[in-house]
């Protein structure tokens, strides 16, 4: 939060464009077979022997991102995960981006080599191309916009749950957005004490999962070794209601989902605690939290259950019988999609 007076500026306007693409990109290494041709032409040439996904994301500084706690490297690095997620969500692997940038002259070149960096991280970790982009400047702000493409054998749409499929999330949920809280909180802190060192040690977990999340590139495998083909699959960006009735419209089915099931970090409870916000209702309207959301059919269950990754929340039930939380005190209320209006996308 504490930003360095003393760093270096250079002008973007020092390198020109193509100096600056090719500053930006030197890095990038090609490990697939199946980009042919990467950053370089006017075009990049793929050449794929099975089914192609493709996904783009935009994000726009001030509505998707505060650069205010958001270091540069970790927006790069966001920037990527937030789209190999949804490449995920297909049941696909990953396997090129493209990344293009808008900036305006406020950012210096150091800037763009932080974002670049973070976006090489991702790139590395999760073993894909980058492949191209664009670079311009903008009038106000910093826009990132990256496309990735995937392979798929065996696609998983939104529309396939059935009535008594098991509803089944991974991970936890619930953490980015209390991790956003903490931020936020901590922001308005130093507006008002900028000498003030906050102390973040009980929150690293949950800043952690808003400031650098990462994809389920592990699940796609696991199910493939588990043999399961989940029946619906949808990455979790916009919190669990919405994206349980994404599910449920698609696949025109209902479904129970438990609250007691629902799989939450302690330092999601803790932090809860002292926000002084209901635990279910930060899972439910969160988001960010690049989880995936499937149902997977009952016959499945005995190769899932012992798996630490995997956690059922509920089943899938009839159309006609509506989406339903159903709650510790046992009762059963309608899942609406709320979406916290200070929480974008
Ligand atoms: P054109 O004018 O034909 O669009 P550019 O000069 O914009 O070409 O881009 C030259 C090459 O650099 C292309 O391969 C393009 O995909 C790549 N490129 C441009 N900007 C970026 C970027 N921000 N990140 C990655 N590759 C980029
Ligand atoms: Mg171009």
């Given amino acids: 939060m504490i930003e360095d007076k003393n760093q270096q500026r250079t002008d973007l306007s020092e390198l020109g464009e193509f100096g600056l693409i090719d500053h930006l990109t030197k890095n990038f290494v090609i490990n697939h077979k199946s980009t042919v041709k990467g950053i370089g032409d006017d075009a990049a040439v793929l050449d794929f022997k099975k089914k192609v996904v493709v996904t783009t994301d935009l994000l726009v500084e001030g509505v998707h991102f505060d650069l205010s706690y958001m270091p540069l490297k970790h927006l790069g690095y966001k920037s990527v995960i937030v789209n190999l997620s949804d490449v995920y969500a297909m049941n696909a692997t990953a396997t090129q981006i493209t990344v ?39 009038n106000k702000g910093l826009l990132i916009s990256v496309t990735a493409l995937g392979e798929v054998e065996n696609e998983v ?4 749950a059935k009535p008594n499929d098991l509803l089944v999330v991974t991970g936890d949920v619930g953490a980015a957005y209390m991790g956003l809280q903490v931020l936020e909180r901590e922001k308005e802190v130093f507006k008002v004490n900028p000498n003030n060192q906050p102390d973040l040690d009980q929150y690293t977990y949950v800043i952690e999962r808003q400031l650098k999340p990462e994809a389920r590139k592990d699940i796609v495998k696991l199910l493939q070794d588990l043999d399961v083909k989940p029946t619906s699959m949808i990455d979790i960006s916009d919190g669990l209601s919405s994206e349980i009735m994404h599910i449920c419209k698609q696949s025109k089915v209902g479904c129970d989902l438990y609250e007691t099931k629902i799989p939450l970090d302690p330092q999601v409870i803790s932090t809860c605690e002292e926000f002084n916000i209901d635990s279910t209702t930060v899972a439910l309207n969160g988001g960010e939290d690049y989880e995936l959301l499937m149902t997977i059919s009952q016959d499945d269950y005995p190769k899932i259950k012992a798996n630490p990754n995997l956690t059922v929340i509920g089943y899938m039930t009839e159309e006609s019988a509506g989406m339903h939380l159903v709650t510790r005190a046992e009762t059963k209320i309608p899942i609406k999609a709320q979406g916290w209006k200070n929480f974008n996308e």
């Fill in 100 to 138: 293009s940038i808008a900036v305006s002259n406020r950012f210096p070149l150091e800037a763009l080599e932080e974002i670049y960096a973070g976006i090489e991280t991702a790139a590395k970790i999760y073993n894909i191309d980058v492949v191209g982009g664009d670079t311009t400047s903008s």
């Fill in 157 to 160: 749409y939104r529309n396939g």
